[in-house]
């Protein structure tokens, strides 16, 4: 197993090289606002509406009440076959381009490619990862910053927060069917025993990364679908970020692009590949430099 997880790793995706060439925004320039939010879209063009009126409504209200605070919504179209583009550039046209941007990928990459192609074009001191099903409250970016607060002082100015459901565990179990509930316990003793062992709930899609941390660990990231949180926080962890997990709010929404069995069996596949191939070499953690 340990030979095939070496000899099947993928070499490093070339965003980091090429977003360095390129003359649109890139992680590797100096902050030019306060925060980037980025939002990977797959086919949403009925439950993104709900989270961009949300996301933007707070936001407008936030800058209102203080005029240094600046943000960006970047909404990565990850191959979609509906009029989630479309959707999407409505926003583009109500607040202006340089408050809501769109970048549309041919393929899909899944949520991972996504996120991490967004992060590479953010302009945000912090990066928020919020998932466009707008499951989790976007008011509750304020208990997620405060995660992020309490982690001072933040070494090499990094620093992670975690939106967590792990609170509401017990709930979810009572609404459902034993093998789904059998799935996930596997699903986290894999995370706990391979991967990352301090974060109860690694899969929650808000999270909030200094943008020091957003650079050093998305530009080591290769994994792009659905187990792709597991990696960012264990190469955190082996980076020795600092990590807060901080209980959110969060509705279960109609849509989810996860298939119960293939989706966890996929991202247990994942897990393994990721602990094996750090652990013979085939893929190695590389400091980043910003410019």
């Not at 070496?6 to 060439?21: G, I, L, Q, S, Y």
């Not at 408050?99 to 549309?104: A, D, E, H, L, Q």
């Not at 074009?121 to 509750?140: C, E, P």
């Not at 600092?242 to 996929?266: D, H, M, R, Y």
């Amino acid at each position: 197993i340990c030979v095939i997880a070496h000899v099947t790793a993928k070499t490093m995706p070339h965003e980091d090289a090429e977003c360095r060439r390129s003359s649109a925004p890139n992680i590797h320039d100096p902050a030019t606002r306060e925060l980037s939010v980025v939002v990977p879209s797959y086919n949403e063009e009925n439950r993104l509406p709900l989270m961009m009126d949300e996301a933007l409504d707070y936001l407008e209200k936030r800058q209102k009440q203080d005029a240094s605070f600046t943000y960006e919504v970047i909404v990565v179209n990850d191959g979609s076959k509906d009029q989630t583009a479309k959707v999407a550039k409505e926003y583009c046209k109500k607040y202006g381009s340089d408050k809501v941007r769109v970048i549309s990928l041919e393929k899909n990459r899944g949520k991972g490619g996504a996120v991490r192609t967004g992060v590479f074009s953010s302009r945000g001191k912090k990066i928020l990862m919020a998932d466009a099903d707008g499951a989790t409250k976007f008011a509750d970016i304020e208990k997620v910053e405060e995660g992020l607060k309490n982690l001072q002082p933040w070494p090499k100015g990094m620093a992670i927060s975690c939106g967590s459901r792990a609170h509401l565990e017990k709930d979810s179990i009572a609404k459902r069917s034993y093998f789904r509930t059998l799935l996930m316990y596997g699903f986290h003793f894999l995370v706990w025993f391979l991967c990352v062992k301090e974060i109860r709930d690694t899969q929650c899609g808000f999270k909030l990364l200094t943008r020091e941390a957003a650079l050093q660990t998305f530009s080591n990231l290769h994994i792009e679908r659905w187990a792709f949180d597991v990696e960012l926080l264990y190469i955190a962890q082996r980076l020795k970020i600092p990590i807060a997990e901080v209980a959110v709010n969060w509705t279960e929404i109609e849509g989810s692009k996860l298939v119960p069995f293939w989706s966890w069996l996929q991202m247990g596949r994942d897990l393994l590949f990721i602990r094996l191939r750090y652990m013979t070499g085939a893929w190695k953690l590389e400091a980043k430099k910003c410019n």
